[in-house]
């Protein structure tokens, strides 16, 4: 009998080797704090600063690396996931993966898209099309929801051009700004799913140290996540105008005031404030605070915070 292997005790994350979701997988992973050192073959990277070592592969591969146990966590657009869940309760192999976080980019919607001069009356008129889809299973699983018998014909890309060719009379594809569609006379009529990356782990949870691991990570990821979106904003106002320039301030923490010194023969009665706002702030809101009296405007991007 074959000894059973050493439990696995560095967390192992899959993320997409090459293509939209690689360039922004790699940054979320290096702020939170993550250093690697990439293989020869750039297929694995070892984890320096913490026992996390990444697998770089085809997005289509991160959740059955997830479900066989292979790797821990995946970062992957949720289509993909949808699919292979899918896939998966078919085949009566595995619960449906845990969707741990949601990271707001990679955003698409999974469409159907008709001939753009054609009407939608609904579901209904697709009975006895053809659909080209990359995604048969969530195209299957709609069209029994809706009582609606059609053909799926499942491509693996160009999907967008069955149509053209003969292939399909109809396409169910991923859209983000609907350019692609358009330029091949489709218009979307129906969306099955909305999109976007998002950190995907099995349905049980991890073993101890892993597990540990992987908390942690997902700790500095929404830390992360939350500081990429504030901003610190800094203004002077007279205090007579203060009101009126509170009433302009954005979306965010409470501001802290402070009395500016005007030791210096300013004379006049002067604060300083300074806030983190959730989001960009926008010039049109930068005119408003200094038509209501503030000077000297400054909106910086946060690089650390630790409450
Ligand atoms: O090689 P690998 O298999 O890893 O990569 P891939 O070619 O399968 O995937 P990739 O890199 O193209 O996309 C990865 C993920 O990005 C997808 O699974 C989605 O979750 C997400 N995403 C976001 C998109 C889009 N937006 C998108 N617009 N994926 C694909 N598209 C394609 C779409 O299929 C269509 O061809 O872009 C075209 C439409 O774009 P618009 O802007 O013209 O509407
Ligand atoms: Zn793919």
């Not at 195209?139 to 491509?155: F, I, N, P, S, T």
């Not at 990570?217 to 009101?243: F, N, V």
Request: net charge negative; aromatic share 2%.
């Amino acid at each position: 009998m074959t000894p059973a292997a050493p439990p696995r005790e560095r967390l192992r994350v899959a993320i997409q080797r090459s293509g939209r979701l690689a360039t922004p997988s790699r940054d979320l992973l290096a702020s939170c704090g993550l250093t690697w050192r990439e293989s020869r073959d750039k297929l694995f990277c070892y984890g320096e600063s913490l026992a996390v070592d990444l697998l770089l592969v085809r997005d289509d591969d991160i959740p059955g690396l997830i479900a066989d146990g292979v790797c821990d966590l995946g970062i992957v657009g949720r289509n993909v996931v949808a699919e292979h869940d899918l896939a998966r309760s078919e085949n009566d192999s595995g619960d449906a993966l845990t969707e741990l976080r949601e990271l707001g980019w990679g955003r698409c919607r999974l469409d159907i898209a008709i001939d753009a001069g054609e009407a939608w009356h609904g579901p209904a008129q697709l009975a006895g099309q053809r659909i080209a889809t990359s995604y048969p299973r969530i195209v299957g699983a709609w069209l029994r929801e809706h009582q609606v018998q059609a053909d799926v014909v499942m491509l693996s890309g160009s999907v967008e051009i069955a149509p053209r060719l003969g292939q399909a009379d109809v396409v169910c594809d991923l859209v983000s700004s609907g350019a692609t569609l358009a330029a091949n006379n489709l218009a979307p009529v129906a969306t099955l799913l909305h999109s976007e990356a998002v950190v995907v782990g099995p349905s049980h949870p991890l073993e101890e140290s892993r597990g540990d691991l992987a908390e942690l990570l997902l700790r500095r990821m929404d830390g992360a996540l939350r500081l990429k979106e504030t901003r610190l904003l800094m203004l002077r106002s007279p205090r007579g105008e203060l009101p009126a320039v509170m009433n302009h301030l954005p979306e965010g923490h409470e501001p802290t005031i402070t009395a500016v010194d005007s030791g210096a023969g300013g004379g006049q009665d002067e604060v300083s404030l300074q806030m983190l706002c959730h989001g960009a702030v926008s010039w049109q809101r930068l005119e408003d605070l200094k038509r209501a009296g503030a000077r000297q405007l400054m909106v910086l991007p946060v690089e650390g915070m630790l409450a």
